[in-house]
């Protein structure tokens, strides 16, 4: 059975940083592309950014350029997102995501495996 486990997020202020985590089992993680989303209340889910399996090509988000990195590490089938410099409408649930192929696609009907998800929430 997959299993994704977010965790990380939390209260931060405006300009803050924070460092999610998705462990991963059930699967052969380095196999797999990652993806990471949110979905903020009355919106829409929205991606974030994606990795591929060896995690040499990531994509990201126009909103997120310069703002988030998302790295792996095989050896510990976990995937990251650092968050940087937060603004107030990047509260949102962050999901991570797990594709069986390699497209490190933004669109989340691509993905396979979903988690339950984390709280990031940033005040002004």
């Known amino acids: 059975q997959v299993q994704l486990v977010e965790s990380g997020g939390g209260l931060v202020q405006a300009g803050g940083s924070l460092r999610l985590s998705c462990a991963a089992s059930g699967l052969t993680f380095s196999a797999t592309s990652m993806g990471w989303f949110r979905q903020a209340p009355g919106k829409e889910r929205e991606f974030v950014g994606t990795?591929?399996?060896?995690?040499?090509?990531?994509r990201y988000a126009d909103s997120m350029k310069g703002r988030c990195t998302i790295s792996r590490d095989n050896a510990k089938n976990t995937l990251y997102l650092q968050l940087n410099w937060l603004r107030p409408e990047d509260t949102a649930v962050y999901y991570c995501?797990?594709?069986?192929?390699?497209?490190?696609?933004?669109?989340?009907?691509?993905?396979?495996?979903w988690g339950q998800g984390t709280q990031v929430t940033v005040s002004s």
């Open positions: 995501a797990a594709d069986r192929g390699d497209s490190v696609s933004p669109r989340a009907n691509d993905y396979d495996y």
């Open positions: 990795i591929t399996r060896s995690g040499f090509i990531t």
